[in-house]
């Protein structure tokens, strides 16, 4: 192999490694975060573990899974319940105002939204 090519290899393939590390997809977000306007839980302690987004109006509802982490990126309070009889009995975990998080409430499975 001629030096030209042996270096135009190089460059193509250390191109390709940089090109790779720095770019990310534009619709990809950071799995610890919250997206603006959502509510979120995570499977795990301090935003990590699988994250569900949630999109929910005033009331009562179940959670889809067990938050062990939380985010609140709405303009509505939430209160995080585990609950045992239904939405908003039990345990009382956690109250977030718009634009907090709590990493290690407890095992919510429920959330009061209050517009």
Known sequence: MSMLKKSLTTVAVAGALLGGTFATPAAAADPNTCPKGKFCGW???NRTGTRTIYSESPGCI????????VSNQTSYTL??????????TGTKLVTLKP???????GSANSVEIFG
Do not use: E, M, Q
């Not at 209160?79 to 908003?88: D, Q």
């Open 62 to 69: 179940p959670l889809d899974h067990i938050a062990r982490s």
């Open 43 to 45: 499977s795990g302690t």
């Open 79 to 88: 209160v995080f319940w585990k609950a045992t009889l239904g939405c908003a």
């Open 99 to 105: 634009g907090t998080h709590s990493d290690n409430p």
